[in-house]
C-alpha cells in the first residue's frame, strides 16, 4: 500500500537526506518547506513553519490521511528577530502537529528532529514547561515578550528542549489513535547550518565535540535512523528520544563513570 509522507525542511541538510532515502515508488512525499525540493516525484508545499495562516494554507493541500510526518525544519539564528528561531523549531512544528494529527493513519507515526542540544530539557523544566503550557499564538506571543531574558540568550537551544519535551505529550495524546510519537536529537552535523552552529558554540568547543566523535555527522547518518523508523514496523516504540551524535554523549557518560570509579579505587 502507498504512504502519505509528510515532512517539513525537505529542501535542504537533513531534511533533504531523509526524502533521498525514502523516496520510492511505495511512497508519496509532501514536503513543506519555503524552498522546492528537487528530488522527483516530491509534492513541494510553499510553507513557512513560523506563521500559522500559511500552515493553515498548506493544510488545505495535504492528503486526507497521512502515514508518517516528519518534523525537519528548523533555524539556528535569526539576528533580525531570535524569537523566529521558537517560532519555527517549536510553536509552529508544535502547531502543524495538532493540526495534522488527527489525519495520520492507526499504526502511523510522528518523528521530530529535535537535537542533542535539546537533549537536557528536564534541566530546564521550570521555563521548558511553561512554553509547552502556551496554547495561542497570542500567548506565544507575550510569553516571549514578558519572558525574554529566559531565552533570549540560546534561543536555539531552548527551542529543541521544548521540542524534546514534547515528544512526550504527543505520544501520549498519539496512543489515543495509535500514533507513535518518537524523537531524534541529532549532534553536530554539516548541513547549510554548520557555520550558524560554529559561531554559536564558538570554534574551540564545535571542534572539540568534532575531534571526540573523529569526524562531524553527515545528513545520511540522521536520514538513516529516520528511515530505520519510518520503514520499521516498530508499534511498541512510542515516547522515545534518540541521540544521533556518534557517541558524544555517551562518552560524556564513561568519563564521568571512570572518575567515579577512579575515586572508589
Known sequence: ???????????????????????????????????????????????????????????????????????????????????????????????????????????????????????????????????LALATSGQEDRWLQEHKSSWIQDPYKISKQCAAAYTYLASAEGRRRRVRVNCINPGITRTPLSDNFREMLGSERYDSIVAQTGRAGEPQDVAAVVELLARADCQWMNGVEITVDGGYFASTIAAALNADIDNQA
Open 1 to 131: 500500500m502507498v504512504k502519505n509522507i509528510v515532512l517539513t525542511g525537505g529542501a535542504s541538510g537533513i531534511g533533504l537526506a531523509i526524502v533521498e532515502r525514502l523516496a520510492d515508488p511505495d511512497c508519496i512525499i509532501w514536503n513543506l518547506d519555503l524552498n522546492d525540493c528537487t528530488q522527483p516525484n516530491v509534492n513541494n508545499i510553499t510553507c513557512d513553519i513560523a506563521d500559522r495562516e500559511s500552515i493553515k494554507a498548506a493544510l488545505l493541500l495535504l492528503p486526507v490521511a497521512v502515514d508518517v510526518l516528519i518534523h525537519v525544519a528548523g533555524i539556528a539564528q535569526c539576528r533580525r528577530d531570535p524569537s523566529q528561531v521558537i517560532r519555527v523549531n517549536f510553536f509552529g512544528m508544535r502547531f502543524l502537529n495538532e493540526q495534522l494529527i488527527d489525519r495520520i493513519t492507526p499504526g502511523g507515526q510522528v518523528l521530530i528532529v529535535a537535537s542533542s542540544a535539546g537533549r537536557d530539557w528536564q534541566d530546564n523544566q521550570p521555563v521548558v514547561a511553561a512554553m
